[in-house]
């Protein structure tokens, strides 16, 4: 631990030559003030480990001083000093948060004394938060991202994780929205229950109400057998449902009934069964329209709806990028058993500029790419895919770039559109104007305009 900073303060000029001399020789770094005032200004600029105040003192005396301090909240950690038989100040002082005190005239050994004891607490005080910090900052180790978004969801999920609320968690393609699902569960009370994940969107409309709910035997034509659903599968633990947004209107309806009554009834049974699910969503697509347009049941949204977690795109915290390719690139690596470790950084400036319409989930897979690919021990340029490499898109220079020039981005925007098209249209100029929605005289001169006219002719 390095010399710890004390602040002397007292209007008597012996006493604080005294002490500071005092203090010095036993190695700490030592500073006076002459007066309460000027003992706060000090201490707002600079951070003192311990201030030794004097309370009676003329102007700001050592009450003041304490109280001072408290307001803005500085808890540099104060040892009173008052003459001798002044026991109620003192004790006044200790109210008001002074850590100890000692009696005028001083005795030397009791002043290291009680210096070395605060010293203690303030050493103990430090292991404790950083602990704290250390716990706190570990309990998602798969969550990697420093980006304020991503500190915020944290902590909202620190918040929700024990509460049985439904979440919904909202998010584009890739984001991480089951990743986070996990996590919150994992952190829950429910951490060691069933984790039952169903994605909506990819079982069959006519099985997906069996699938949740469970049939008895006989309830049609293939239910040969009673069978529990994923409800009763999950009970006691989470069931995350993913893709909320692709299950059928007549589905909604009953997943409804069983979040708002906590009962589930099997296919063909007449009675209900109680389970105790947790709830947690995810969609990609934005319910709130979906919503408006009909095609998902408002009160269900609202239900679902308790509290939203909503994951940003990538392009959005670029700054997490370079912490998620190390990330991936050592998962990778590892398990492909390729040796390779860095990234050069070239490739991470060409990745930062990129758009990245797949999110982390693209990101993970042009890294595995780039640890395959790459030459010796660092991903280098040539590794990343070509839309990284030659990236020319204007909308990645418009979410990236500090140039805000309507008519440039523009230009850069038509020159792609007309690229594309002739791309797609392998140089078929009738057709590709057509795609792009003007003549085929301005095609023609736009072609030769932005150096395009050789554009799917092939090479
Ligand atoms: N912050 C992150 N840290 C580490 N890995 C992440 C992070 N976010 C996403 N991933 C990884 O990216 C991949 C995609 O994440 P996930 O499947 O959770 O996305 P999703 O939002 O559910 O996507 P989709 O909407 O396509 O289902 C996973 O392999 C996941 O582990
Ligand atoms: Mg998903």
Known sequence: MSALRV???????????????????EGYEVDSAEDGETALEILSDRDFDLALCDVRMPGLDGMQVLGRLEQR????????????????????ALRRGAYDYIDKPFNKDEILLTLLKAQERLELKRENEELKQKSEADDFPEIIGQSDAIEDLLETIRKVAEYKSTVLITGESGTGKELVARALHRRSPRGDAPWVAVNCGAIPESLLESELFGHVKGAFTDAGADKA???????????????????PMNLQVKLLRALQEGEIRRIGENTPREVDVRVLAASNQDLDEMVDAGEFREDLYYRLNVIQLHLPPLRERI???????????????????AGVDGISSEAIDRMTQYRWPGNVRE???????????????TIDLEALPERIRDN??????????????????SKALERVLIRRALEKTDGNRTHASDLLEISHRTLLYKMEDYGLEDVGKGD
């Open 7 to 25: 602040l002397v303060i007292d209007d008597e000029e012996d006493i604080r030559h005294m002490l500071t001399m005092l203090l010095r020789k």
């Open 363 to 377: 990101l993970q897979n042009c890294v595995e790419r780039g640890v395959v690919l790459a030459d010796g021990d």
């Open 319 to 337: 700054d997490d990028l370079p912490l998620l390719v190390d990330h991936f690139i050592e998962s990778r690596s590892e398990d492909l058993d």
């Open 73 to 92: 909240g500085d808890d540099t950690t104060v040892i009173a000093m008052s003459a001798f038989g002044d026991r109620e100040l003192a004790i006044d």
């Open 229 to 247: 659903g994923l409800f009763e599968e999950a009970d006691g633990g989470t069931l995350f449902l993913d893709e909320i947004g692709e299950m």
């Open 392 to 409: 020319d898109d204007p909308l990645d220079a418009i979410f990236h770039g500090d140039d805000l020039s309507i008519k440039k981005m």
